[in-house]
């Protein structure tokens, strides 16, 4: 059903740019102006991918555990892995791309834990210049304008074509972004949409306030949009009606996605909730106007306001002033801290970074444009809470999110020693050069190297999401060593540093390229399935959940602000680190689980630290650095 829904949606977008192209009298959006012409994604030859797994798993295993993997990758070359790989590639020329709808099912909606840290990253805007309320309400109105202003060149499609270096890169996800909305199902949830060339586009915002949630028009009777001033009467008119804390019902949507589903069922037995849930479904994105904000020690500011934006803090903090199946989330705290949450099913964090680095940019404007007319005043959503198990289900949803808050171990930290200039003056990639911190890190802490992920944009595709960067290497693991050996030259850790950097640096040129292994595995897998054949053993193998049991998950975002992403951990285990390379800092979000005692995240981040330093003295005493 959300296949079809979405594939009618997609074939719907792809009508109207050819219907702006044979019309003649509207331009093609310039946003969509390469759409067509982007190469579809590849179905990479199938030994490239065994090969390039032998070398990524091997780090991981023992001398015998890899001699039997071996085996298992042998006997999978001559059966079954062609007859799926053969499957794999009729679909690729059937689909405009083989992964999409697959990496949406299996990566987000058939996934039943929490959103809430498990899947929905926070982001952390640069402090804002604002100490009361009604600042923090200027500050509001100004960043929905700044976000009008960004909405109109998505509707209009006037956005540029973002490219990686030379490359195009698909623009979907803009187009998605600002109409999207997760409904829990009680096995596998849907996604909503009401795209801008509808015939009745969302035209409203959700403010939420104490808990309560309110429709707040955007535009006036002529489509005008409301100027800063106008939407800042509104926000005040919301703020009054809203004075007492509500029941949190917004914390439902931080449950685990199953028990969601059934009091999301319970809710929609009621015509006034039914009401209420499209006005939040078909909204434009959710604002948080946040009462609360709990004290910081100082210099721990920064990672206070990402909690904030990551889980609202709890129960008693802002946890359920949010709607955490919107896609996008702002959140306006106290005291000047600010950001968002999205939700992940149709976005990567790039694109919402762009709207974030547009909304700081407009925040420093002034707005002079005129008033809207007929403007209505902002509707409260009604919610009756007529069952008690819906009463039941809100008292377990507090007792839940207190305890995930607290089980998060979340800081965020800027390295101010250097930024990406200097491993660039080393003629190195900058990203390459930190996952390698990373790697060293993690070696210092467990003497042992884990399996890592890194986002690797295919948006060079069509409809392209993303592929898995093993960071994890035969060389990454070799520097590690030879970093921590007293015994070796600095000389030799320089050349085992330059090694690793350049193995990675290879895999993400491929990886980006379409040539991954980690989705072409899933995809032998999944066409195995959806053909009633077996699931391979080499998905069963040990190696195969080892190297998929990321003990680290990294993403870089970069932003022009200092801006920084935050995301939970991907395992009990593990760490998640997300960072901001700027030209002479960078910006890091560590997550770590309490639940865990092996991982915190203030020890990872000193051993970052500490391999930044070591990988920069190692650089600036080898040769290669004084030539
Ligand atoms: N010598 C000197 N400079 C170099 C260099 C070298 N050997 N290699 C790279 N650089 C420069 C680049 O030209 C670039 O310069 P710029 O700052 O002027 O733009 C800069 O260093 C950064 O390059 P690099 O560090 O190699 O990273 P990248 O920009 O190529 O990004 C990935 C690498 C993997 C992060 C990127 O390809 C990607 O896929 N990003 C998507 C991430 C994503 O989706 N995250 C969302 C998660 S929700």
């Known amino acids: 059903m959300l296949r079809l829904v979405r594939a009618n949606w997609i074939q719907r977008v792809s009508c109207n ?15 969509f102006s390469v759409q067509d012409s982007l190469p579809k994604l590849p179905v990479p030859p199938l030994e490239q991918t065994v090969q390039k797994y032998l070398r990524t798993v091997q780090p991981l295993l023992s001398d015998e555990e890899y001699a039997n993997t071996l085996k298992i990758v042998k006997d999978f070359e001559k059966d079954p892995g062609p007859k799926l790989q053969n499957l794999l590639e009729k679909r690729a020329q059937r689909e405009t791309n083989w992964l999409s709808d697959w990496w949406m099912n299996t990566a987000y909606l058939d996934f039943r834990q929490p959103v809430t840290v498990n899947v929905s990253p926070g982001v952390v805007f640069p402090k804002q210049n604002y100490s009361d309320k009604e600042g923090q309400l200027r500050f509001t109105a100004k960043l929905i304008s700044g976000l009008l202003s960004y909405k109109t060149m998505i509707d209009q499609q006037t956005l540029p074509v973002e490219k990686m270096g030379k490359q195009s890169l698909c623009m979907m996800q803009y187009y998605k972004i600002l109409c999207g909305c997760r409904i829990p199902g009680r096995k596998k949830d849907t996604w909503v949409c009401y795209p801008p060339d509808e015939a009745n586009p969302p035209r409203h915002v959700i403010i939420a306030h104490n808990n309560a949630f309110f429709s707040m028009d955007l535009y006036g009777s002529n489509n005008q949009p409301l100027n800063t001033e ?23 949507t931080t449950e685990n996605r199953n028990k969601w589903a059934k009091s999301y069922e319970l809710l929609l037995k009621d015509k006034e909730n039914k009401v209420s849930l499209s006005e939040l479904h078909r909204s434009i994105c959710v604002i948080c106007v946040d009462n609360q904000l709990p004290d910081s020690a100082a210099g721990e500011e920064e990672s206070t306001a ?23 989330q702002f959140i306006v705290g106290k005291n000047g801290v600010c950001g968002l949450n999205y939700e992940h099913t149709t976005a990567e964090g790039p694109p919402i970074i762009s709207i974030v680095d547009h909304i700081l940019d407009y925040c420093k404007s002034e707005d002079k444009s005129a008033p809207a007319p007929d403007v209505k005043a902002p509707r409260k959503l009604k919610f009756n809470i007529t069952f008690p198990e819906l009463k039941n ?7 839940n999110i207190d305890s995930m808050v607290k089980d998060v171990d979340l800081n965020v930290f800027k390295f101010t020693e250097y930024g990406k200039n200097f491993p660039k003056s080393q003629k190195l990639s900058p990203d390459s050069y930190l996952q390698m911190a990373f790697q060293l890190a993690y070696f210092r802490l467990y003497s042992k190297p884990c399996a890592t992920y890194e986002t690797a944009s295919l948006r060079q595709f069509q409809l392209g ?10 060389e990454s693991f070799e520097f590690s060593k030879g970093m921590l050996d007293p015994a070796v030259s600095t000389q030799k850790k320089a050349e085992l540093l330059r090694k690793a ?3 990675h640096k290879n895999y993400v040129a491929e990886a980006i390229k379409g040539q991954g292994i980690d989705r072409h595995l899933l995809g032998l897998k999944l066409v195995a399935l959806q053909n009633n054949m077996k699931v391979p053993t080499l998905h069963m193998d040990m190696a195969y959940s080892l190297s998929s049991h990321h003990n680290i998950s990294t993403s870089q975002v970069p932003a022009k602000y200092e801006a920084c992403l935050v995301f939970g951990p991907t395992v009990p285990d593990g760490y998640g680190v997300c960072y901001n390379p700027q030209e002479k800092q960078i910006i890091f979000g560590v997550s770590a689980f309490n639940c865990c005692p092996e991982t915190v995240s203030m020890k990872f981040i000193d051993s970052i630290q500490q391999s930044l330093r070591d990988m920069k003295a190692v650089l600036e005493g080898s040769i290669q650095s004084k030539l």
């Open 501 to 503: 950097v350049t193995g």
């Open 465 to 474: 999401r993303t592929d898995t960067i093993r960071s994890c290497s035969i």
């Open 393 to 399: 289900n809100i008292e377990e949803a507090v007792e």
């Open 17 to 31: 740019i050819q219907k702006m192209q044979t019309d003649g009298k509207l331009f093609v959006g310039r946003m």
């Open 230 to 252: 106008q939407l800042h009467v509104q926000l005040k008119h919301v703020v009054r009606q809203s004075k007492e804390v509500e029941t949190p019902i917004g914390l439902l």
């Open 306 to 328: 990402a909690r904030m934006m990551l889980h609202g803090g709890g129960s008693q903090l802002n946890s359920a002033n949010r709607w955490c199946d919107k896609t996008l």
